[in-house]
């Protein structure tokens, strides 16, 4: 890789990570504004409780998004350390277990949790599972790179390891 081309290279992964903290702060912003504050400003204004079962129902389902967001988030930290010149290696592997984990533990609590929370927060309402074929996706998706996170930090001390040897 040329000089011209890692700098072009790191430029790109700063920029992403600017992309990153937009949509985290954003998104998360927009989620924060609508399921804590738009209760707390009723209960302050009208005197209605802000823990409803239907606020509640509604924070359960968007909780997922916080493990996504978090992935995001790992993402655009990992961008900024490679613009900031760090090594590749140790960040990949960081940074897959991380979105690996947020993704997988996003997609397991949007299948198997949300749903059985729902039902005891609204009385027996709803199933035991929620078919999401998008959050299954994204939890085995999340346990791929979780798992490539390791082979890569394994490979890492392997290289070393070869490195000592010459």
């Known amino acids: 890789m040329s000089q ?5 290279f790191r430029r ?3 920029q992403f ?17 609508t399921w804590i504050g738009a209760p707390l400003i009723f209960w302050l204004r009208e005197g209605r409780p802000p823990l409803q079962p239907g606020t509640i129902a509604g924070l359960i389902w968007f909780s997922p998004m916080a493990f996504y ?7 655009g930290s990992a961008m900024g350390q490679l613009a900031k010149g760090r090594l590749i290696q140790p960040t990949l592997s960081s940074a897959l277990r991380r979105v690996g984990l947020s993704l997988g533990l996003g997609g397991v609590l949007s ?4 749903s059985n929370l729902v039902r005891l927060v ?12 998008a959050g299954m996706t994204l939890g085995m998706i999340g346990g ?3 798992l490539l996170g390791r082979v890569v930090d394994q490979a890492g001390r392997v290289q070393a390891e070869l490195d000592e040897m010459i």
């Open 122 to 133: 609204e009385s027996g309402r709803g199933g035991f599972l929620h078919f999401d074929v």
């Open 4 to 8: 011209t081309d890692l700098v072009r």
């Open 69 to 75: 967001l978090f992935g995001v988030w790992s993402i």
């Open 12 to 14: 790109m992964c700063g």
């Open 144 to 146: 791929a790179l979780f």
């Open 17 to 33: 990570r600017w992309l990153a903290v937009f949509m985290v702060v954003t998104v998360g912003g927009g989620l924060l504004l």
């Open 111 to 114: 299948v198997f949790v949300v």
